[in-house]
């Protein structure tokens, strides 16, 4: 039924304010506000639909990404609309495009590393679209082994010219967004080498095509890499790949903030760190863990919704069937992706002002948190993605049969997120990233150099060594302290394990090789310690609204319990819990499970999704799922005739038995 709001009774259980949680899932009442009016906006402008993507040519869907992204540009101009909005509005737009290259990555790259005079002339022509960058890095041979690139960059003082050449076929650029078919310019990263010396791996602003007529430029062999997994989804972006051939650049063009290359050819690198070439992925890592919490909270907000609507079973004298959402089974599934979201956006948010406190303290020539900054948002990228990956395929099981149709929104969902764990570092390379930094950290306690940020706890190893956990009832599990030093300890006995098996290598490299697989677990623990921490920290602050913290509690509670569920085996082997304290985990678990699930549809209500948003008939804000699937399904294509194309040609010869013989 139209207009009717199949999910108000659900609605009407919720014992706290959805409007108060809406401030708090978005970060203050601004970006509440910000978020609220843009994604309205989006929905109701028509050039921004998007149900008919799926059923589109990749030609149709690569003009139809164009058109959007130049017509969003067009309205960040004309409204004047500020950096949040254009960023929003993007968002909502909701489809991958070359635009997030330009701005996520080309202007940060030239922010980070061009000099101000490359500042000035580069970003004025791009921060007007006059020139489209995109971030051309990975090469067909290497993609997670920066320093093993191949392409060149070789000085000529003849002319004061790089001549940029691939010098073989893995060298060839191979995966960069917007790169195949829009950009005319990318910050390219190639191994420098002056007068004979190779200097390692350096960026360059290249121009690749005419702004005249978008021809490549002579020397440029250029094009798309082809349809990437998924019907629509990230097919909308033009994944590229590019060779040069001795293609020259005046020497201008090298990103010269953090080294140069005189006019004589002498190069001069600066006494910064060398990993700042990096900060771009380290940038866009950390914008990563707030958009998986958006990705996942989408997929948690279709499956709650469409489990409080679903039913089967448990029917009784012919009364209606139990909601899914009600089973027991379906709550342990779906309440710690739930749990997850709100987990997710909150150490986003930490991240974010981590990130930032990193960026001031660079601009200072203050480098003693960088190794810190590179670890978690490389550790936190790998663990939210991975974790929001395959929440979304849970969610998809938890719609039953219809998750699988493509109008549930989730397949697409799925196809668009996916690249996440191997996009800005593949998720293993990164938490080996992570398992390195603890490694080190573990080799100077007892030097006098204390462990501070998010390894401090590593400073209190002697006790976290030695305590056994104080939980003797299930509602010790709700008590902060007892969860964080379960967390703590596991996370550093698993730390210390690795670290004492490395130092019977006589070889760390080799022993490292051979330990690669506890070393990314012991990474993983780490990392959910911070996530946990980060999610206590939040509800031990002020947090104002009816109701909202006890919903927030229990939710962080469910997520801390749910990873010692999950990870079993390590709490038990490292000794941070007992069989007994584990249990009793589990039974306070199913509690918190009770007191969420009258609240569930308000929780996910919080994330303030559009229909269009979302783009799911399963999640639909009034969840009059039935007659919207069957309108779903009466607009494929096949549908337009009753009798299919190709009946006269196979279905009829087959029936009548009538079709010529065959010849070998
Ligand atoms: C006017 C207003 C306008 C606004 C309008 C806006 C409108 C439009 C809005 C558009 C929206 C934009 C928003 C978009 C945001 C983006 C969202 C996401 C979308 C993403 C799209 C996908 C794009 C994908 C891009 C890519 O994939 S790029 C390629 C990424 N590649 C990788 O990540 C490679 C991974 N590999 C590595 O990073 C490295 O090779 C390595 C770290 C694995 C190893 O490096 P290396 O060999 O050098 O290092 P070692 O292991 O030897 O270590 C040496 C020491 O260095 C430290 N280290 C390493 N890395 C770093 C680092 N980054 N920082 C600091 N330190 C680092 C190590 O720890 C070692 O230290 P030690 O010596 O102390 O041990
Ligand atoms: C959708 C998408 C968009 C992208 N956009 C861009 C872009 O705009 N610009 C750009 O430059 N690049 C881009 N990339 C490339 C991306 O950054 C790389 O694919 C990524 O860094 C992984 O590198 P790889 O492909 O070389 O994987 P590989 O390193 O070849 O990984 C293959 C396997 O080997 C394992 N492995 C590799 N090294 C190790 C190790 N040391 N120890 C243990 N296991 C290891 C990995 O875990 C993985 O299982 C994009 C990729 C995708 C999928």
Known sequence: MEGVDHLADERNKAEFNVDDMKIIWAGSRHAFDVSNRISRFVATDPVFEKSNRALMTRKELFKNTLKKSVYAW???????????EGIKLRIFMDQPGFLDLHWGMFVPAIKGQGTEEQQQKWLSLANKMQIIGCYAQTELGHGSNVQGLETTATFDPKTDQFIMHSPTQTSSKWWPGGLGKVSTHAVVYARLITNGK???????????????????LPGITIGDIGMKFGNGAYNSMDNGFLMFNQFRIPRDQMLMRLSKVTREGKYIASDVPRQLVYGTMVSVRQTIVSKASDALARAVCIATRYSAVRRQFGSENGGIETQVIDYKTQQNRLFPLLASAYAFRFVGEWLKWLYTDVTQRLEASDFVTLPEAHACTAGLKSMTTSATSDGIEECRKLCGGHGYLWCSGLPELFAVYVPACTYEGDNVVLQLQVARFLMKTVSQLGSGKAPAGTTAYMGRAQHLLQCRSGVQKAEDWLNPSMVLEAFESRALRMAITCAKNLSKFENQEQGFSELLADLVEAAIAHCQLIVVSKFIAKIEGEIEGKGVKKQLKNLCYIYALHLLHKHLGDFLSTNSVTPEQASLASHQLRSLYSQVRPNAVALVDAFDYTDHYLGSVLGRYDG?????LFEEALKDPLNDSV?????????????KQNFPSAKL
């Open 74 to 84: 067009k309205i960040i101009k004309e409204l004047r609309l500020s950096d949040e």
């Open 643 to 655: 009798v299919p194309d190709g009946y006269h040609e196979y279905i009829r010869p087959l029936i």
């Open 624 to 628: 009059n799922v039935y007659p919207k």
């Open 198 to 216: 190779d200097h390692g791996v350096h960026g360059f602003i290249v121009q690749l095509r005419s702004l005249d007529d978008h021809s490549p």
